[in-house]
């Protein structure tokens, strides 16, 4: 192993670095094992529960009626989170639009929706109309929209009975950082939040942006109060083998009314061809603790050896986590660049691609993202994001193995260290 980092252009400290964050995150990667394990019988409770046999994985066409491997998808996500029901999709172009259908299914012209995890992630902002009057928006259809901020890097407890309005129609918190140098919520704050605002207006939906959240630990939003979450199956629940996707799970109530906004008023979960999908979507969801634990293992070695290294990372290695994201601060675009470069050049896919950063639709700031996965723009798969505007971050997830996590973030190091050269 040394042999190879030394090819691989590290300098003797580094090295030391190298075994010394893996000694040093030992105790805390067993324990994220042995939650993946606990998990793993959770999510097989859920598949033998439902009885998921040969024919569901076979698919359909066309309006998909008598698709009964969707059906049981849905069931099966119901059961995990402990849920009344749940809508499993690969229609869902994303988790912004599974987000979206949430919030338009669950809001009505006049109503209010209110954040009180402070600003919602980049492409919720052409949703919500919040900054610029976006086409579509809920502003436009209506809905006003106020946000009670972070304080001190934490959800502002004590502020959210006289924040909220009785006539609150929609509380909205987001689990996870985002593109954001903010702690993310773990269900214990989540919950804690959750019962404050309920006093308030107890007919609200909450909903929770559960992206990258998913089963890190042993609960979800939904077992502390939550009405609703979504997320997007080309991260944590996919598995890395989800095509395309994404979920809501929650009430039968609110996950009724975003249905009719996926498909159509009448219609809801009752049609959608799987095309053949329900498999690899089953599959996902039964590889996902394991995948889901190797993702934080690695986070929680990166953010050691970067740490030893000399940067800011959030959170901590030995910090609480409730994502699989690590923030790496990098502090200017060439750094970024350099660092996406080297994560790139570690994968299985495209590794010889240089990154380039662009605008995506629903963003504001060009975006480098290295990648190099077997599905397109997946982040449970290991990859780097970067918001190209100050601090200059990076946002560093997934990966099926610690070692591909190791890998990827010795290339990185070692493609920024060439940089001050
Ligand atoms: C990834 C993510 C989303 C949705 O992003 P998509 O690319 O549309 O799937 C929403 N919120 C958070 C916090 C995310 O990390």
Redesign the pocket.
């Known amino acids: 192993m040394r042999e190879r980092l030394l090819r691989e252009g590290l300098q003797a400290q580094q090295i030391e670095n190298f075994f010394e964050a893996t000694r040093l995150t030992r105790d805390l990667r067993e324990q994220i094992r042995e939650r993946s394990h606990r998990l793993q019988w959770k999510v097989l409770d859920a598949l033998q529960g439902r009885g998921l046999s040969e024919v569901h994985l076979l698919g359909s066409t066309g309006y998909g009626y008598g698709d009964t491997g969707r059906e049981l998808l849905d069931e099966i996500y119901a059961d995990l989170f402990d849920c009344e029901s749940a809508l499993v999709r690969l229609q869902f172009v994303?988790?912004?639009h599974a987000?979206a259908c949430g919030l338009f299914g669950n809001l009505r012209p006049g109503q209010e929706m209110v954040s009180l995890s402070g600003e919602p992630?980049d492409?919720l902002s052409t949703v919500i109309g919040q900054k610029s009057d976006s086409p579509g928006s809920l502003k436009e259809w209506g809905v006003s929209y106020r946000q009670l901020d972070l304080r001190d890097d934490r959800l502002d407890l004590e502020a959210i009975q006289t924040f909220l309005r009785p006539e609150t129609a929609l509380v909205f918190l987001?689990r996870?950082r985002?593109y954001a140098w903010r702690s993310s919520l773990t269900v214990e704050q989540l919950g804690e939040a959750i019962r404050r605002a309920r006093k308030v207006c107890p007919h609200a939906v909450i909903m929770v942006?559960n992206?990258?959240g998913e089963l890190v630990e042993e609960q979800e939003p939904t077992h502390v109060g939550a009405d609703l979450v979504a997320g997007?199956l080309i991260?944590n629940l996919g598995g890395t083998l989800a095509a395309t996707g994404g979920y809501l799970a929650g009430t039968t109530r609110a996950v009724a009314a975003a249905s009719y906004r996926l498909t159509a008023p009448g219609i809801g979960a009752e049609q959608g061809a799987s095309l053949g999908f329900s498999r690899t979507m089953l599959q996902g969801l039964f590889q996902a603790p394991v995948v889901v634990g190797q993702a934080l293992e690695g986070a929680c070695w990166a953010a050691c050896f970067l740490e030893l290294e000399g940067f800011e990372v959030a959170p901590r290695w030995d910090g609480p986590r409730t994502d699989i994201v690590q923030a790496i601060r990098l502090g200017s675009p060439e750094a970024q660049a350099a660092f996406c470069k080297g994560v790139q050049s570690s994968g299985p896919v495209d590794s010889k691609a240089t990154p380039e950063s662009w605008v995506q639709p629903g963003y504001r700031d060009p975006i480098l993202m290295a990648g190099g996965t077997f599905i397109a723009g997946s982040s449970l798969e290991m990859s780097a994001d970067c918001p190209v505007r100050p601090p200059y971050i990076a946002y560093l997830q997934g990966g099926i193995s610690l070692g591909h996590v190791q890998l990827g973030v010795v290339r990185g190091l070692v493609s920024l260290k060439n940089l001050v050269k």
């Open positions: 994303s988790g912004t987000i992630y492409t987001q996870s985002g942006d992206c990258y997007s991260k």
